[in-house]
């Protein structure tokens, strides 16, 4: 029940999210912008690499069948055999046994009709059958046409026998020579030079590609911390600007969540996500134009496939974000039970509550646990069923792509070039995806920072307010009225006057409405009616900051924070000096125990001033109040937790730290209230009885039976 009530507390955003989240890139657009070209130049890179893969295996490694072109001696790329031969056609003819020349001169600038294929060009060729190569000679365009198609035909009628190869093309007898590793190393060593110029490039891409993937990664890192950084400073800053009646109604467990597990579930989003959805967008639409422009049948046999990816993603999408929610919801219920049952575990152990509480806990973990497998079911089904429909588009096209190439309709680097970009289209893709299920998490976290972050404060700094050099302490309610909800009212119709340096007691039962005067003195809640001046001033015409900087306020329960004496006394106010620390440690008589401790002043303090006894973390917070010199002095039962002698020292120090100073006391212990100036007796949220103790005595009235009660005791 408890849990539903927790959860129930939640609340639903209503604002467009990613449009808000977008607004943190502002600041830092220039280095996204940067990160964003880095990522698009690897995306480039990463499409260009399957190209000099296909390049190398169809114009060097396959490329054998390539003619190499009889030229003169000074155009040769290679001599084999006496023979000057060149992969590249040349601006003449060249038969072997006489030169012609263009009209315009063998060295003109040859253009691309000169550079084409000549009547009567004579060239050679290489044959692979049966796991060897095989050379042909003085081929003419006809020739070579012929036994192309003769291979094409899958080299029908091939004999081989004392190394010659012998097969009918062109409908003539022809004859090549077996070709051994040393003939085929002079013969081919301009495609070994092209394949290490292309592994050359191919290294230098990756190398590249390498620093500027770690440039992009460091640019993404470090905006993303930043990003990070801002938001977490904002959501604290602004739980420090709501007013008490949040956090009245809001555990510190989920409060803790926002600012820590719900701000670093963002990191992901802005250090990845938002820079990746762009490049795997960019790689799509690289992958799917480069895939038209080689074979568009192909491609379009892929792209049959999208729609059930769209599909697919679009329900995962709906399914998850929902699970996302409810999942960032229990772990901030599980967070804020255990924040309440960590502070309260010195009552769970009194009363032996240490096995319940381990079920209720176990009850919320499982509940957590059952909600996340949820989770891990949707997504488990999710990114296999995107690898089915991937690996189902791949097999296809290997298949269709495959009987391409045995019909010779695509070569075999071409064939690697499109298998390798299916594999790599549909990896963004199933990247999208998974980007969009991190996406979601960032999502439902940023719901809840955004609804913490929209919260008002319902105490609302005055536009132009009413600046006070010094305050003298004069306070006035008049006719005031406050409840904490609705008209379930605290104090009705409540009016008095305090004057600069008097001292004024407030008493009465539990709920009389003693501890919200004091609130409402310091504006930590605002009324509904009536008026609260201070040295005629109406407390909503002042800054928060000058009034309640006015006002030193001493609770019965005591906060220390975890650090020593001195930052408990100083608070991170560096105008303190460490004398007027001292001072007021003096003062208020807190160096009696201060100077028993080992580094005194500098001793260090556990979190809640758990090696303090309450006396001593009294003493402390009279010592911090006094070090910030307030104008009005405000003790709510300050004395209430204190042993005899702790409160001898108070009470000794009182006199002193009370001079010259407005002191509003609340107790339930008249006897250190009786030196008051005036009393005011609160009964349901009115003021029934004022005057001195003595007075109040005569009137016989509420207060004497409070007395009378406590003096039985």
Known sequence: MAQMHEEALETKYEGNVFTRLLTYVKPHVKMMVLALV??????????????????????????????????????????FEGMSLSKEPPAYVYDMQDVHQDAAGKDAAASAETLRWREGQLCARLVYCNERYYLLTDLDQAALDAVSAWEEEGLPGARTEDGVLRFEAGGREREARLMEKEQLTVLRAADRTGIVRIALLYAGLLAVGFVLQLAQTWLLQKTGQNIIFTIREEVFAHVHSLPLRFFDTNPVGRIVTRVTNDVESLNQMYTQVLVRLISNTVLIIGYAVVMISINPKLALIS???LPFVFVFTLTFRILIRKIYRVVRTKISALNTFL???????????????????????????????????????IFGFFRPGLSFIANFAYALIIYRSGVSVLEGTLTLGTLYIFTNYIRSFFEPIQELAEQFSTLQNAMASAEKIFTILD??????????????????????????????????W???????????GERVAFVGATGAGKSSILNLIGRYYDIQKGEIL????????????????AIGQVQQDVFVFTGDIKSNIRLLNEDITDEEIRAAAQASNADHFISRLPRGFDEPVTERGSTLSAGERQLLSFARTLAFDPKILVLDEA???????????????????????????????LSTIQHADEILVMHKGRIRER???????????????????????
Do not use: C
């Not at 509480?357 to 919320?364: D, H, I, L, P, Q």
């Not at 001195?692 to 009378?708: F, M, P, T, V």
């Open 38 to 79: 880095l990522v698009l130049t690897v995306t480039g890179i990463n499409l260009v690499k399957p190209v000099l893969i296909g390049g190398a295996i169809d114009r060097y490694i396959e490329g054998y069948d390539s003619p190499y072109f009889y030229v003169l001696p000074e155009d040769a790329q290679l001599t």
């Open 303 to 305: 792209f049959l496939f």
């Open 339 to 377: 924040s309440e049952n960590i502070s309260g575990m010195k009552l769970i152990q009194l009363f032996a509550r240490e096995e319940k509480k381990a079920e209720e806990f176990g009850e919320r973990t499982t509940d957590l646990y059952n909600t996340q497998m949820k989770e891990m079911v």
């Open 455 to 488: 919260e008002k404060n319902t105490i609302p700094e005055p536009e132009h307010p009413v600046e006070m050099k010094e305050f003298t302490g004069r306070i006035e309610f008049k006719n005031v009225w406050f409840a904490y909800e609705n008209e379930d």
């Open 490 to 500: 605290v104090l009705k119709d409540v009016s008095f006057l305090i004057k600069p």
């Open 534 to 549: 201070i040295d005629g001033v109406n407390i909503k015409d002042l800054s928060l900051a000058d009034l309640r900087r």
């Open 639 to 669: 004395t209430a937790n204190i042993d005899t002698e702790t409160e001898q020292l108070i009470q000794s120090a009182l006199e002193t730290l009370m001079r010259g100073r407005t002191s509003i006391m609340v107790a339930h212990r």
């Open 691 to 713: 005057g001195s103790h003595q007075e109040l005595l005569a009137l016989n009235g509420i207060y004497k039976k409070l007395y009378e009660l406590q003096a039985q005791n």
